[in-house]
């Protein structure tokens, strides 16, 4: 069965950082495009930022650019979200996803949670 497992999050004050993984198992995901996304309380889930295959280019979200990171680790199959500068506006529920370029499949994290601090 196909599984990902996001980690990392926690409660941290204003201007601190956080590490988010996704460990994925019964797949490789190394050619599947890899996104970040993240709900919070009374809004609508947002694309965080999202990551080719290649690992050669990313785009973020207006909100987060220049202060999170998006990389993979393709040996490990796991996906990493970094992020820096935190916001209390970044509070939210973060998941990880992959799917293919066909977008024939695709697969979600259970969340992590990511609560900041002012």
């Known amino acids: 069965q196909v599984q990902l497992v996001e980690s990392g999050g926690g409660l941290v004050q204003a201007g601190g950082s956080l590490r988010l993984s996704c460990a994925a198992s019964?797949?490789?995901?190394?050619?599947?495009?890899m996104g970040w996304y993240r709900q919070a309380p009374g809004k609508e889930r947002e694309v965080v930022g999202t990551?080719?295959?290649?690992?050669?280019?990313?785009d973020y979200a207006g909100s987060v650019k220049g202060r999170f990171t998006i990389s993979r680790d393709n040996a490990k199959n796991t996906g990493y979200l970094q992020m820096n500068n935190l916001k209390p506006e970044d509070t939210a529920v973060y998941y990880c996803?992959?799917?293919?370029?066909?977008?024939?499949?695709?697969?979600w994290g259970q969340g992590t949670q990511v609560t900041v601090s002012s």
């Open positions: 996803s992959f799917w293919t370029v066909a977008g024939r499949e695709q697969y």
């Open positions: 019964g797949r490789t995901f190394s050619t599947y495009i």
């Open positions: 990551m080719h295959s290649s690992s050669s280019s990313a």
